[in-house]
C-alpha cells in the first residue's frame, strides 16, 4: 500500500471531509493533468501512437509524453495485437507500474483482437483479458485524435477518483457514461 | 548558534531554489524542445503550460513509491539522495550577485568542481543496488564518463583561476574583464561540454540512453525517488550555468544589486537553452567515442587555454 | 532470360535434371525426389541461382509438398524446386551448408509444419513459444483456443 | 521461451580463460526494438559476444487465417502484414492473385499503383531514417522524418479515405480512381520533400557524432548478403545491385527512369545512405508517372466477387521497402487459397542480427537491429 | 569547554567518522563496506573544514571520495557476481589486523600528545595562499621531483599492467 494510500485511509476515517475533498481535487487534478504513457506498441496502431505525440498532434500539449520505463509512467497504452507469446510480458509490464495505473486499448485488435479474432490459433482476444481496461478507442487503427479522446476520457474517469480506498467521488460528466452516477461515496 | 539558523535556513532555500529551478528547467526543456521539433509543448495548464510541471510533480510525489524485491533496500533508498545532496551543496559557492555570495570560501572554484563529484557515488550506487542489468551498465558507463569529464572541467575552470588570481568566484568575477571573454573562449568550450556530460545529458546521456537501457541506473525508481533524480539533473543544469556565467562571462559583474542578479540570470539562461539546443539537435555519442573526446580532444584544449593563459599573464 | 532460354541452358548443362523440368504459370518447376534434393539444389546454384528466395511447405494430406524458389541474379529468373516428404516420417535435408538464408526459414517450417531438417544447426520453433504443442499449418490442426469464422460466404 | 533468463553466465574466452558475461535481455517491449523483437545480448563488458534475437511476439498466424477468406478478403489482411507501407503487401498479394486466375491489370491501375508505392516507399524509409536517428539518440530527426511521412499519409488519405490500412490495390486494379487535383498536390509537395529530405541529410548525415555511431557498424559483406538472402537497401548497402524493379522489371517500371543507390562499404551508414537516395528516386519515378498516366479503366471488366482460380500455384514479388516480398499462392480450384506463403523480406535481413551484432558494443546492437529495418508484422506475419 | 556550534558540530562529526569507520571494519559486505568509507572520508572532510583547512577538505573530497572511493565501486562493481549472493569479505585475520589498528591508534595518540596543545582552532583565512607560495616558491625543486617520480610510477604501472597483452 503506497503511502498516498494510508494518507487517505486515515483522512477518510478520521473524518476529515474537508481536507480529504481537497486533496483529492489536488490529486485528481495532477493526475488527470500529467498522463505520463507507456506505449505498449505491437503493431500497426503503434504507427498511429508515434505520430499522436509528434509535431501534427503534439500530446505533450495535453501533459502527455511517452516514456519507455514502466516505472514512470500513469497510463499503459496497448497498441496493437497482443498475441500468446506476448501475453505474459505485457502483464509484467504492466505489474512493474506503479500505482495509480491506468490502461487503454487502443485499437480493434487490443479491444477484441479485430481483424484476427476468428482462425488465428496465437491472438489473445482483447488486452482487456489480462489486464484491466479502464479506455477501450476502437479503429483499425484509430486515428490519433481519437487517442486524444481517450486521454479526455480517461481525464473524466480519474476525476472520479479518491485517494481514500475505495470511494469515489462525484462528477459530472461530459458525455453520459452508463454505469457511472454522478454521486457520491462507497464504490460497490 | 544563529549560524547554525542562518545555515539551516539557507538549506531550506537552496532546497526550494533547486525545486523551482528544477521545475521551471523541465518546463523550458519541453517548451525548448518543442519549438525545435515544430511542436507547442505543454499549453494546457497555466499561461503557456508554466504550471504543467508543478502537475506532474504532485502526481510523482502521490505515486506509489516502488522498492522491487531484488533490490538492496538501504542502498537503493540512499542513492537517490547522494545524487541530490552534492549538486545541491556545489550551489553555495556561486556568485548569484555582485558582491554577495552565499559561502565566500577561498577555495570556491574547487569545491565547485570537488563536490559534484561524489554525486557518481549515487550514480554508481543506484545501478548496483537496483540489481538490474540495464541501470548496473548504466551506473558504470555513468560512473566512468563522470570521472573522465571532471579533469577537463576542473583545467577550463583553473584557466579562470590562473587569470584572475584567486580561487573565490566572487573575486574572479569582480576581477572580470570584457576581454577574458575571447581570450578564454576554448575554456569555456570545454567547461561548456565536459558541464554537459557531467550531467549526463544529451549528447552525453549514455548512462540513460533511452533507446538502449531504457532509463539506465534510474530505470527501476518510480515516484518520488525517481524525481529527486530528475530534479538534481535540473539543479545541475541550473548550477552549471549559473556557475559558468559567473566566471567564465562576468556574472553580475558591472549592474548594481537586483541588476545584476537579472544579469547574471540572462547570462545563465542563455547557457541553459544552449544547453538544450545541444541536447534536442545532436545524436548520442557512443562510450568509447565519449572517452575519446574527453581525453583526447577536451582535456588537451584545456591544457592550450592553461598554456595561452600563462603566456598572456606576465603582460597584465 | 525468359522461360525457354532457361529450359535450354538447363538441359545443356545437366541432362538428368531436364527431364523433371516443367512450366506452370509462366515459371519454371523442378519436382525431384527428396534424398536428390540437395544435389539438384547444389546443381542448381552452380548454374547461376545464387539466392534461395523462398522456402516453405504445403500441406497435401499424404505428403509435405516442400517448395524452394531460387533466383539468380545474372539471369534474372526464378525457378522452383518441390519435393515431397511423407507425413509420417517427415525429414528432409537441410540446405542450409547452400545457403544460409535457409536457416531461418527451415526454423519457421519446422515450426508451423514440424518437418524435421537433417543438418540444420539450430533446429528450434522461432515463432511460436517452444512450450507450444502441434503444428499449426497442418490442415488437421486442432485447437480449442481458435474460433472457426462462421461460413457465410 | 519464459521471461526469465539468467543474467550471468560464463563462457571460454578466446585464449581459453574462462569469462564471465552478462546476459541483457532487449525486448519484447523496448524502445529501440521497432516492435516486439527480443534479442538475447550477450555481453563481455560492453561488447556483445552473441546475440540471439527471439521473434514471433507479433504471430498472429495470417498465414493460417486467409486459408478461410475468399480471396478479395484477404487484401485488408495483407495490410496488417508491413504496417509501415501496407501498399506493397497488397500489391504483391494482389499480383500472385491475377497470375494464378489470369487477370490483365489495366494501364492506368498499374501506373496508380506504381505511384502509389513510390510514396509508400517514401513513408516507409522516412519511418526507418527516423528511427535511425532515434537510436543513436537523435530524436529530432525522427520528428522531422515523421513530418514528411505525415504529408504522405495525408495523401492517402485523401486517396483512399484511410491513414495507415490502405485496402487500396485490389485483385485486377485498383480500389478507385483518384480525388480530383490530387495528382497537382503530389506535383506541389515533392519539391518541398526533397527539400526536407535533404535538410535532414544535413542534420543527421552531416553530423560528426552521427557519422561516427553509423560509420563500420554492422558489416555486411555482398556474399553474405547473398548468400542469407538479403534483399532491398540492406543487400544494396553492400553493394549487391540488384533491385526487382530493375533487374526482374515488372509492371510498368520499364518505362521510367531512375537509378538503383548502392553502397560499398555495407555499414549502417551505407543502408541508411541507401534508403535516403531512394527517396529522391521515388520522387523522380512519381513525377514521370503522373507526367506519363493516362485517363482510362482503374479496374479490369468483368472480375467476379468471389475468384475462384484454377488449381496450381503462382508466386510473384515486388520491390518493397525492405527488399523482395514475395506472396505464394496454392489454390486447389475452391474460393479460398490453399496456401498463402508471405516472402517477407525483413525476416530474411533479421536472420543477419546475430552475424552483424558480434564484436559491436550494446549501443551498436541497437543501430544494426534499426539498419536491418524490420517490421515485425511482416517478420511474424 | 563550553558546548557552542562547533563543538557540538565537532562531536557530531567525530561521531559520525568512528561510526562510520567502525562500519568499515566490522561490517562484511563489501559495497556497504565501501559506502562506510566513503561517510567517513566526508566526515573527516567536514572536520577539516571546520577547522578552517579549507583546502585539504576540498582535496579530500576532490581526491579521496570523487577518485579513489569511486574507482573502488567501480571496481567492486564489475568483480560482483550476482548468482553467488552479493560479495562478501571474509578476512581471517581479524585479531592481527585488530592489533595492528590498536598499536597504531596508541602510537598516533602518544605521538601527538605534545602536539595537540598547539592547536588555535582555526587555520589562517589565506592558507590557499601559502600553500601555494612553499609549493611554486621555495620548495619547487623537491615538488617537481615528487611530481616526477609519481609520472614515472604511473608509466611503470602502465606497462607492467599492459605488458602481457598481445
Known sequence: MALVDKLGAALDSSGGGIILTSVDSLADWARGKSLWSMPMGTACCAMELIAASFSKFDFDRHGTFPRPDPRHVDVMIVAGTITRKMAPAVQRLYEQMADPKWVIAMGNCAVSGGIFYYDSYSVVRGVDELLPVDVYIAGCPPRPESMQDAVFQLREKIATESIAPGKTRPHEFLLPVPGASSGGGEAE | ?316 | MNINELREHLCGQYPDLCPLFSIEFGDGVLVVGCDKLHAAASDLKDLGFDRLGMLTAVDRDETFEMVYRLTSRSMSAGIFLKCHVPRENPITHSLNSLWPAANWQEREVYDLFGIVFKGHPDLRRILLPPEWVGHPLRKDYEDDRMVRRPDYI | MTLDIKERSWTTGSDGTPVEELVVNVGPSHPSTHGVCRVIAHVDGEVVTKAEPVIGYLHRGIEKIVENRTYLQIVPITDRLDYVGSMYANWAYCRSVERLAGIRVPERAEYLRVITCELQRIASHMMSLGSTGADTGAATMFIYAFDVRERIVELFEELCGSRLTYNYVRPGGVSMDVPEGWFDDILSWTDAARNSISQMDRLFFGNFIARGRLKGIGVLSAKDAVGWGASGPVARGSGVNWDLRKHDTYSVYPRFDFDVPVGSNGDAYDRARCRLFECYESLRIVEQAIEQIEPGPFKADGIPRLLAPRPGDAYDHIESARGSLGIYLVSDGSPRPYRMKVRSPAFCNLALLPLLAEGHTLSDLVIVLGSLDPVFGEVDR | MSFDAPTIVQIILGAIALLSAMTVVLVREIMRMAIGLGVFLLSVAGLFLLYGASFLATSEVFVYVGGVLVLMLFAIMLVQRSDSGRAVLVSRHDIGSASVALGLFVMLTVALQGVSNRFTGSAPESSMQELSEVLMGGRLVQYEIAGLLLLVALVAVIVIAGGDER
Not at chain 2, 581525453?295 to 592553461?306: C, F, R
Open chain 2, 1 to 316: 548558534m544563529t549560524g547554525f539558523v542562518g545555515g539551516a535556513v539557507y538549506g531550506l532555500a537552496g532546497g526550494l531554489v533547486i525545486a523551482v529551478a528544477a521545475l521551471f528547467g523541465v518546463w523550458w526543456e519541453r517548451k525548448v524542445s518543442a519549438r525545435i521539433q515544430m511542436r507547442l509543448g505543454p499549453t494546457e495548464i497555466g499561461p503557456a503550460g508554466l504550471f504543467q510541471t508543478l502537475a506532474d510533480t504532485i502526481k510523482l510525489v502521490l505515486k506509489e513509491d516502488i522498492t522491487p524485491r531484488q533490490v538492496d533496500r538501504p542502498l537503493f533508498r540512499m542513492a537517490p539522495l547522494l545524487v541530490f545532496t552534492p549538486i545541491a551543496m556545489s550551489l553555495v559557492v556561486i556568485p548569484f550577485a555582485g558582491g554577495w555570495v552565499p559561502l565566500n570560501t577561498s577555495v570556491g572554484m574547487l569545491f565547485f568542481v570537488a563536490v559534484p563529484s561524489v554525486s557518481v557515488i549515487g550514480v554508481l550506487l543506484a545501478g548496483f543496488s537496483s540489481g538490474n542489468t540495464y541501470a548496473t551498465l548504466g551506473g558504470l558507463r555513468g560512473a566512468a564518463q563522470m570521472i573522465s569529464y571532471e579533469l577537463p572541467r576542473t583545467l577550463s575552470v583553473l584557466a579562470m583561476a590562473l587569470l584572475a588570481g584567486s580561487l573565490a568566484p566572487l573575486e574572479v568575477m569582480n576581477r572580470y574583464e570584457w576581454w577574458w571573454t575571447p581570450a578564454t573562449f576554448i575554456a569555456l568550450i570545454v567547461y561548456f561540454i565536459s558541464s554537459i556530460a557531467e550531467l549526463n545529458r544529451g549528447p552525453f546521456d549514455i548512462p540513460e540512453a533511452e533507446s538502449e537501457l531504457v532509463a539506465g541506473y534510474f530505470a527501476d525508481y518510480s515516484g518520488i525517488r525517481w524525481a529527486i533524480f530528475m530534479m538534481s539533473e535540473y539543479g545541475g543544469l541550473v548550477a552549471a550555468s549559473f556557475f559558468g556565467a559567473a566566471i567564465f562571462m562576468g556574472g553580475a559583474q558591472g549592474l548594481p544589486g537586483v541588476f545584476g542578479v537579472l544579469l547574471i540570470f540572462a547570462k545563465a539562461l542563455v547557457l541553459i537553452t544552449l544547453m538544450m539546443l545541444v541536447k534536442w539537435t545532436f545524436p548520442r555519442f557512443r562510450s568509447d567515442q565519449l572517452l575519446t573526446l574527453a581525453w583526447k580532444v577536451l582535456t588537451p584544449m584545456a591544457l592550450v587555454q592553461l598554456v595561452i593563459v600563462g603566456v598572456i599573464l606576465p603582460w597584465l
